[in-house]
């Protein structure tokens, strides 16, 4: 009977010590002197992503995007240091942005793409992030179980990221919301920052492609996404 308990105690305390770190990063952040944002402007040069037209083309917009999301944060608050993966129509490998984003070690990654296919029907964003299964690396040793708690803790903060973020495009595409998911997104994977990829529309549904290629459409997506990223700062 003795052993019994003493057996059922030391679980509790295990389980104790493996949900604790977890429990604590859904938990805004203290407050921080500066917050590091990378934003990856999808595509670019010769690579032009999802494309309708020599004018609809997914690089220029999401880099549109992404110019616009640097001026909303950096405007908002003077502790917000904004870098991008690119800042002009020029190829940028993944592998090169992943070394970016190891060099810069940003507080988060939105890495911002644009959605086409499935009929004109289909419509609206999505935000995917990658997920403690999609990171690479498992548990064997004690610095690995180490490494495995740190990755549970970014994919923690990056399902709070993509909630703030989500909870503010409702504003924009009304309705549309596609859902928030645990994919494999290739440039985040190998990452220890919290982060995530937006997918803002579809360039093959008339309501957003309109969206998406108005400058006044552009700029209020951008707005949503900065308050996003403002609401998981908690400024």
Known sequence: ???????????YCVF??????????SAPSPPQSAYRVLIDPAHGGTDSGVSVSSRATEKDITLA?????????EAGDRRVKVQLT??????????????????????LMIS???NAGFGPEASGYEISFPGQKYMNGTA????????DMEKTRYANSSIRL???IQKNLEGVFPRKGRGIREVP?????TLNAPSVCVELGFLTNRSDKDKLLGKDGQKEIARALGRGIRDYFNL
């Open 112 to 114: 911002i793409h644009v």
């Open 162 to 164: 993509a909630q703030m």
């Open 86 to 107: 690119r800042s002009s129509d020029k190829t940028v490998s993944v592998n090169d942005r992943i070394k970016m984003v190891k060099a810069l070690k940003p507080d």
């Open 185 to 189: 997104v290739p440039i985040l994977t």
């Open 65 to 73: 995007v992404a110019l616009s999301l640097k001026k909303v944060l």
């Open 1 to 11: 009977m003795m052993k019994s308990i003493l057996l059922k105690a030391c679980v």
């Open 140 to 147: 064997a040793g004690t610095a690995d179980i180490v490494k």
């Open 16 to 25: 104790l010590l493996l949900i604790v770190p977890v429990t604590a990063v």
